[in-house]
C-alpha cells in the first residue's frame, strides 16, 4: 500500500494544482472588503440601461469576448497606446464592442466605495451578471477573486472568438478550447435574445443559406443590401420577437429557422442531440435559465488570474 501511494501522489498533486485558481474564486470574497460591491454595480448598470436597453448585451458580451482571450481578466478593456496593442481593434471587436464607458462608471464609483480592491474583471463579470437580470433573465451569484491582466493579445482575439459564419463542428471546437461543453455553448447562444447584430455579420446568412425562413430574409434583406460596403452598419435584433426582454425567444426563432446569424441556425437542423437541446430550450424558459447560469459560471471560471498574478488596475483602460 505505501508503495502504491507513492506511485498515485503525483498525479493527486497534480489534480490538486489543476482547479486550485478556480478554487480560489468565491462568491464572498468581497464581503468584508468591499460590502457595497453589489449595490454599486447595480445602481450604475441599471442606469445605463435605462438610458439604453443595447447596453445590457453590449455588457454581456464584452464579459464574453474578454474570456475568450487569455481568460477572465480584462485584457479586452485595455485601450491601444504608442506602444501597447490591445483586443478593441481585432476584427472581432473592431467598432463593434460597446459599454467600455459604462464600466468606466461602474470602476469609478467602486474606487469611491472602496480604493484599489476590486478588479475591472469581477467588474465585468458582475456587471453582465446585472445586465441579464435587470432584462428579465436568471439571478445568480458570481465567483470573484480575478485579478487584471498587465497584457493583451490581438492575435488571440482574432483567432480565438467564434466569427459569425462558423460550421457547427468549428463552433464546437472553439468553445470546446476554453473547456465549455456543447450544452454550454448551446445555452450561452442563448444570450443573443437581447441586442442587435450589424448587417455584415449577417449578410452571408440571408443571401446565400438555404436554412433560412425565407420571409425573415426578404424582411432582413431590406435593410441589408447584398453588396459588400452598403449598409455593413445597418442594424438588426439578434432576437425578432423580444430583442429587449432576456428568455428563451431566441430558440423559438432557430425552430422557425428565423435565426439571424449563421452560427445561430447552425444550431438547429431537425434532428440531433443540438437540436433537441433547443427545443428543450424553446419549451422551458427554466431549463434554459437553470443551463445558461451554468454555462456563465463556467464560462467565468477560465483561466482568471488570482492571488498574486497580474494586479488590481485603478483604470479599466490602462495597466498601472
Request: net charge positive; hydrophobic share 35%; charged share 20%.
Amino acid at each position: 500500500m505505501a508503495s502504491s501511494s507513492k506511485v498515485f501522489a503525483p498525479l493527486a498533486l497534480f489534480l490538486l494544482l489543476l482547479g486550485s485558481t478556480a478554487a480560489e474564486l468565491s462568491t464572498s470574497f468581497y464581503s468584508s472588503s468591499c460590502p457595497r460591491l453589489s449595490s454599486t454595480v447595480k445602481s450604475v448598470v441599471r442606469s445605463a440601461i435605462s438610458k439604453e436597453k443595447r447596453l445590457g448585451a453590449s455588457i454581456l458580451r464584452l464579459f464574453f469576448h474578454d474570456c475568450f482571450v487569455l481568460g477572465c481578466d480584462a485584457s479586452v478593456l485595455l485601450d491601444d497606446t504608442p506602444t501597447f496593442q490591445g483586443e478593441k481593434t481585432a476584427k472581432p471587436n473592431n467598432n463593434s464592442l460597446r459599454g467600455f464607458e459604462v464600466i468606466d462608471q461602474i470602476k469609478n464609483a467602486v474606487e469611491k466605495a472602496c480604493p484599489g480592491v476590486v478588479s475591472c474583471a469581477d467588474i465585468l463579470a458582475v456587471a453582465s451578471r446585472d445586465s441579464v437580470v435587470i432584462l428579465g433573465g436568471p439571478y445568480w451569484d458570481v465567483k470573484l477573486g480575478r485579478r487584471d491582466s498587465r497584457k493583451a493579445s490581438f492575435s488571440k482575439a482574432n483567432k480565438d472568438i467564434p466569427p459569425p459564419t462558423l460550421s457547427l463542428s468549428k463552433l464546437i471546437s472553439k468553445f470546446s478550447a476554453k473547456g465549455l461543453s456543447t450544452k454550454d455553448m448551446v445555452a450561452l447562444s442563448g444570450a443573443h435574445t437581447i441586442g442587435q447584430a450589424r448587417c455584415t455579420s449577417f449578410r452571408g446568412h440571408i443571401y446565400n443559406d438555404t436554412n433560412i425562413d425565407v420571409s425573415f430574409a426578404k424582411t432582413r434583406r431590406s435593410n441589408c443590401p447584398r453588396t459588400t460596403g452598403s449598409g455593413d452598419n445597418n442594424l438588426a435584433p439578434l432576437d425578432l420577437r423580444t430583442p429587449t426582454h432576456f428568455d428563451n425567444s431566441y430558440y423559438n426563432n432557430l425552430i422557425n429557422f428565423q435565426g439571424l446569424l449563421h452560427t445561430d441556425q447552425q444550431l438547429y437542423n431537425i434532428s440531433g442531440f443540438i437540436s433537441s437541446v433547443v427545443k428543450a430550450y424553446s419549451g422551458s424558459t427554466h431549463t434554459f435559465f437553470s443551463d445558461f447560469v451554468s454555462g456563465m459560471i463556467n464560462m467565468g471560471d477560465i483561466r482568471p488570474l488570482t492571488g498574486s498574478e497580474g494586479e488590481i488596475r485603478r483604470s479599466c483602460r490602462k495597466i498601472n
